[in-house]
């Protein structure tokens, strides 16, 4: 490292570690905030072509040395989250929600492709896939990436990750497009069903995207990128055609706005979003539960009408029953996905929405037994 290196490092100020085992924290300059990260392993070719280029809704590298057989990088701080966060506080995504955002990736990675730069990444998956808060389709770690090369039979170095890595990246050949390709099929498969394919596959036409994605052989996937990008239009019923093919920009914002994305998951249903009309709907059917709550006249087995503590008990329950048959429904913390199975088939779906009403039933016929018992003991 030189010493202009040393100096412009220096003036990053550390604020937080991420991950320290990884070298990964956040640093500050001029009131702006990056990410630092030490690399170990890493293809310093790579991210000097991404720190020259800047290429679109890849994390920009503000900084780049090499010091004591690691590489520094600081690179532009994304406020969002991962696509496995999404799916472990959200559930998984809707199809034409999923088929976006392979599309946005589709898009990213044949600027990687243009001018003859054939860069490879080699590590599509859930971690690697951001959405800001602004619902930008974000790729991010080229640690595993590689440049093809026609002179070469086969990747000098293994690296990827299990479940998502095509068999050439195991020493079977040589990584090309199609290896990512590969990876794009595993993440639209496990963004819908929330399993790998070979663990269970989408249906109808999507199924029959991931199989090709995911051939064993490279020559039975797709490929280019614009091939699949073309069989994902299909399904997202658009008949915008490939900005890359008209040399436009790729539109800056996805065309579902993912307001699928909670920034507060702990927050009640209809406020996770801070989207406004949301909230609004959300606070009128709150009042409503409350007031129809709040107006019941209840009278226990003598025909007496119930006042006092037996009636605050009662009202009380009741309004509890109501709000625990909203934010089941409305899937809090991902209730229905964690606990009682995330499979999108037909036969999932009716089993959660019998269970859901069985559970709900037993749950307020043994809440109103007892609030009734309350009431009468506390009458007398």
């Excluded at 959405?131 to 080229?142: A, N």
């Excluded at 280019?224 to 790729?250: C, F, H, M, Q, T």
Aim: charged fraction near 25%.
């Amino acid at each position: 490292m030189t010493l202009e290196e040393e100096f412009e490092l220096s003036c990053f100020q550390e604020i937080a570690k991420l991950n320290e085992k990884k070298g990964i924290s956040l640093v500050k300059k001029d009131d702006r905030i990056y990410v630092k990260k030490k690399l170990k392993l890493y293809n310093r070719s790579i991210y000097e072509i991404i720190y020259r280029l800047k290429p679109k809704n890849i994390p920009e590298i503000c900084f780049l040395a090499e010091d004591e057989k690691c590489l520094i990088i600081i690179e532009e701080y994304i406020s969002g989250d991962t696509v496995r966060t999404i799916l472990e506080n959200d559930g998984v995504l809707n199809e034409k929600r999923a088929c976006q955002i392979i599309c946005d990736l589709a898009d990213i990675l044949m600027q990687l492709q243009d001018d003859g730069l054939q860069i490879v990444h080699r590590d599509i998956k859930p971690d690697n896939v951001m959405i800001t808060d602004d619902g930008i389709t974000k790729l991010i770690d080229f640690n595993a990436a590689r440049q093809f090369s026609e002179m070469d039979s086969e990747d000098t170095f293994y690296m990827g990750t299990r479940d998502y890595a095509a068999p050439e990246q195991y020493g079977f050949g040589q990584s090309d497009v199609r290896t990512d390709i590969y990876g794009m099929g595993c993440l639209l498969n496990v963004m819908i069903t929330g399993r790998l394919p070979k663990e269970e596959a989408c249906a109808g036409k999507l199924g029959k995207i991931v199989s090709r994605c995911t051939k064993l052989e490279a020559a039975e996937r797709y490929q280019s990128l614009a091939e699949l990008r073309k069989d994902l239009e299909k399904i997202l019923g658009s008949n915008k055609k490939n900005p890359a093919e008209k040399n436009e920009e790729v539109p800056k914002e996805n065309e579902f706005n993912p307001g699928h994305v909670k920034k507060y998951p702990y927050l009640p249903i209809g406020f996770r979003t801070l989207t406004a009309w949301k909230m609004i709907v959300a606070s009128f059917g709150y009042l409503f539960i409350t007031g129809v709550c709040m107006e019941m006249d209840l009278s226990d087995r003598n025909g007496r009408k119930v006042t006092g503590a037996g009636r605050i008990c009662y009202v009380s329950l009741t309004w509890i029953m109501l709000i625990f048959f909203v934010f089941y429904f409305g899937n809090y913390l991902n209730l229905t996905g964690k606990y009682i199975g995330k499979s999108r088939m037909a036969f999932g779906k009716i089993l959660r929405l019998i269970l859901g009403f069985v559970g709900i039933f037993m749950f307020f016929a043994l809440l109103i037994l007892i609030s009734s018992e309350i009431c009468i003991y506390m009458q007398g």
